[in-house]
Nanobody, 117 residues
Framework: QVQLVESGGGLVQAGGSLRLSCVALRIMFDINVMGWYRQAPGKQRELVAETDSRGNTNYADFVKGRFTISRDNAKNTAFLQMNSLKPGDTAVYYC???????????WGQGTQVTVSS
């Protein structure tokens, strides 16, 4: 059974940095899209950033210039480098991966990011 395992969350002061990682275990197919979403209390889950197998990236406006998504295809791993963190970035961050063919979608269990002012 495929499992996405996230790590790297934690508590950081405003202006600080964190690097999230997400590794896909037991995945049998090439991964097309790797992405990060977040969900704050009382809010809907929203896209933070995603990248596809051709290297295209898509960022939410609220993280442009601060967050960088990257991937290691050989290790089925996605990364999210988060700089200049703000209290408004506090949320549970989820990794999502979509395989190429066949197309399956997988979610991680989430990792908590808390930014103190």
């Amino acid at each position: 059974q495929v499992q996405l395992v996230e790590s790297g969350g934690g508590l950081v002061q405003a202006g600080g940095s964190l690097r999230l990682s997400c590794v896909a275990l037991r995945i049998m197919f090439d991964i097309n899209v790797m992405g990060w979403y977040r969900q704050a209390p009382g809010k809907q889950r929203e896209l933070v950033a995603e990248t596809d197998s051709r290297g295209n990236t898509n960022y939410a406006d609220f993280v442009k210039g601060r967050f960088t998504i990257s991937r290691d295809n050989a290790k089925n791993t996605a990364f999210l480098q988060m700089n200049s963190l703000k209290p408004g970035d506090t949320a549970v961050y989820y990794c999502r991966m979509i395989t190429a063919r066949p197309s399956f979608r997988y979610w991680g269990q989430g990792t908590q990011v808390t930014v103190s002012s």
